[in-house]
């Protein structure tokens, strides 16, 4: 475990804020972004809602078509501690 790094979280930020921010900022409209993924815009937009719980599927699908990591999606607003900081 001495190579287990404490994560924390730096923001308040949902799962479905996540998806929305970063489709966005790739100017993507959820349309768009349901052409790439095969996900109806239906259920993007029900998940940038949290009507509708991501999944390790789906989000491997979405992060692939937004350039991200699945993780960004999944673990919004989290960062890994610095063992160094003081």
Same mark, same amino acid.
């Given at each position: 475990?001495?190579?287990?790094?404490? !994560?924390?979280?730096?923001?308040?930020?949902?799962?479905?804020?996540?998806?929305?921010?970063?489709?966005? #900022?790739?100017?993507?409209?959820?349309?768009?972004?349901?052409?790439?993924?095969?996900?109806?815009?239906?259920?993007?937009? /029900?998940?940038?809602?949290?009507?509708?719980?991501?999944? =390790?599927?789906? !989000?491997? =699908?979405?992060?692939? /078509? #937004?350039?991200?990591?699945?993780?960004?999606? =999944?673990?919004?607003?989290?960062?890994?501690?610095?063992?160094? !900081?003081?």
């Amino acid at each position: 475990m001495k190579d287990y790094r404490k !994560a924390k979280k730096s923001i308040d930020i949902s799962v479905g804020d996540s998806v929305r921010i970063i489709r966005e #900022l790739q100017d993507l409209s959820q349309n768009k972004l349901a052409e790439l993924t095969g996900i109806p815009q239906s259920t993007l937009s /029900a998940i940038e809602n949290n009507h509708v719980r991501l999944g =390790v599927e789906r !989000a491997k =699908v979405l992060a692939k /078509a #937004l350039n991200c990591h699945p993780a960004v999606l =999944v673990f919004p607003g989290w960062e890994i501690e610095n063992e160094n !900081a003081a």
